[in-house]
């Protein structure tokens, strides 16, 4: 699967783009200084924004958002969101299609509306209408947002539903690589549920895995091959898995 490509310079993207990303974390302190050092990122506290919102930039640009988990029962992950001009309208296509609302669509004070759906196994993942704030201020270089890999128990059934919700956006005829799917059981225990895993770009996958293991985090699968690059999948030190992309020559845009 493909997405079309869209500007990271405050023009917007088009429905179906992944536009954003957020991790909820226990401690926002001690991501700041994980992902600070690991990424070079720079943070902003918003206010404007609800659950201490704390923003993320790379070379001034907003890339991401670390957000305080207040409910220990929830994940401590890392969720995509999807650019829509609707989000009431997709977030009713996503429940039509199979999929659920875990929560509905609520704004986030002036800066847009946001909600979270599941496909119909049950990876989650987010929705994001703009206001004042369009997305990612920059993606695919080191330090910010590269690609976003659905791991699907059944992917036929993963190419219907995405298919069918973000067509556009998938299958245009300006569209680029930047959202896939492969089976859990490729690099994960086949027991592992459906779910996102957001890559950020490096420029060397293997020093990126030592400064990850010396920051308190671990390696979960080590680099392999993939059609959009060398990846390796790690966790931060609190518990939240992504992934870390170098990007081969015959990968490269």
């Known amino acids: 699967m493909a997405e079309n490509r869209a500007s990271a310079d405050g023009t917007g993207y088009g429905e179906g783009v992944p536009c954003w990303v957020d991790v909820q974390l226990p401690d926002v302190a001690a991501g700041k200084r994980f992902y600070g050092e690991l990424f070079g990122w720079t943070f ?36 995509v969101y999807f650019a829509t001009p609707d ?14 609302v ?15 759906v ?16 369009p997305g990612f201020g920059a993606r695919h270089e080191p330090g910010t947002f590269a690609w976003a890999e659905l791991y699907a128990r059944d992917t036929e059934a993963a190419n219907t539903f995405y298919g069918g919700l973000f067509h556009d956006a998938l299958f245009g005829p300006e569209a680029h690589p930047d959202f896939g799917r492969a089976p859990v059981s490729d690099v994960f225990p086949a027991e592992m549920p459906p779910h996102f895993l957001v890559h950020f770009a490096v420029e060397d996958c293997e020093s990126v895995l030592g400064t990850v293991s010396r920051l308190g985090g671990r390696v979960q699968a080590p680099p392999f091959e993939t059609s959009y690059g060398n990846v390796a999948v790690v966790t931060d030190n609190q518990g939240a898995s992504f992934a870390i992309l170098e990007r081969s020559e015959r990968s490269e845009r």
């Open 44 to 79: 902003e506290d918003r206010p404007d924004a609800d659950d201490g919102w704390v923003w993320a930039h790379h070379k001034g640009r907003p890339v991401a958002a670390l957000a305080h988990k207040t409910d220990g029962r929830m994940p401590t992950v890392w969720t």
């Open 87 to 100: 989000i009431e309208g997709l977030a009713d296509r996503v429940w039509a299609a199979g999929g659920q």
């Open 102 to 116: 875990v929560t509905a669509p609520v704004p986030v004070g002036e800066l847009g509306t946001s909600a979270l």
């Open 118 to 133: 599941t496909d119909p196994e049950g990876a989650v993942f987010g929705l994001w209408e703009p206001g004042s704030h």
